[in-house]
């Protein structure tokens, strides 16, 4: 979600994070501003790396055509040699965005729970229109690959334990009690909705190691709320601080402590750096 990323840039970056102590490798979805479009820039890192997973995180599922979606997933599937285990799906809270695609922000709860079960009949192989066969690519799983809830309040993860298999929990500095908070009321509310399998536990944070760090977070977080107004902009970019290692750490530790089985470390520079440094951290972390 950078300005002026190169292809080289893309590459160095998925050669990096293939060959590190990484588990898999992430991109988020937002219209407006400098972000690559994610599908095609995931299906570039499915073709380039071999190891890590593919893990969209998230789509904006209500923004989006569900048929279009579940083809493009399928697909990603495919190109990677099915590593595509986990994806993200979120309501989004941009209405800029929605009106950018032409797509309607009201009622977007009640259509992704729709979506999902189209998604889901699209990869069974059934037909979403009578009498015109199914809808490809055939993807490696016939159920598709797990559906984690990239949602924050009660409500919203309430509507998605009849469906998600999983929570993606966000705390922007990668705080215990905030990852915590999240996936108690998913458990809670799994049990409410008789799922016998405890949900998935992904949880997500800012950082960066590169230098002059702290700025630099600050000005990521800035610029990437600012389309909500300065106040909201300023409030969440002054919440931030793991921009050394040792913070990096403490938030690591943070989100083993509340529960997150994967974490999602989020880059506030494109600077090779930035996951360099993260892979000798890890490995010394152990």
Not at 5 to 29: K, M, Q, T, Y
Not at 59 to 75: C, D, F, G, K, Q
Not at 214 to 241: C, F, H, N, R, W
Request: with cysteine.
């Amino acid at each position: 979600m950078k300005a002026g990323i190169n292809r080289d840039d893309l590459l160095a970056w998925f050669r990096v994070v293939d060959s590190g102590p990484f588990h898999s490798v992430s991109c988020g979805e937002r219209i407006h501003g400098p972000t690559c479009d994610m599908g095609a820039l995931l299906a570039a890192a499915a073709a380039c790396t071999t190891h890590v997973e593919i893990s969209p995180t998230l789509y904006v599922l209500p923004m989006h055509s569900a048929v279009e979606v579940a083809r493009e997933i399928a697909t990603l599937d495919l190109i990677s040699g099915g590593r595509m285990n986990r994806v993200a799906l979120g309501y989004g809270g941009r209405e800029q965005d929605y009106a950018a695609l032409g797509a309607t922000f009201r009622g977007r709860y009640g259509r992704m729970d729709e979506q999902v079960a189209t998604m889901r009949e699209v990869w069974r192989g059934n037909e979403v229109i009578p009498g015109c066969g199914p809808i490809g690519p055939q993807g490696l799983r016939p159920e598709g690959p797990q559906l984690l809830a990239g949602a924050i309040g009660p409500k919203s993860i309430e509507r998605c334990a009849q469906w998600a298999d999983g929570l993606y929990a966000w705390s922007g500095n990668g705080e215990s009690e905030e990852l915590a908070n999240a996936f108690a009321l998913a458990d809670a509310a799994w049990d409410r909705a008789g799922r016998e399998q405890r949900p998935y536990r992904l949880g997500g944070f800012w950082y960066t190691l590169a230098e002059d760090g702290a700025q630099k977070l600050y000005d990521y977080v800035y610029q990437y709320l600012d389309i909500a107004g300065p106040e909201i902009a300023t409030m969440m970019a002054e919440s931030v601080s793991r921009s050394s290692s040792d913070q990096v750490l403490e938030a690591l530790d943070n989100a083993e402590a509340a529960g997150c089985e994967e974490v999602f470390l989020v880059p506030a520079t494109a600077e090779l750096v930035e996951i360099e440094k993260l892979a000798e951290l890890l490995q010394k972390r152990g």
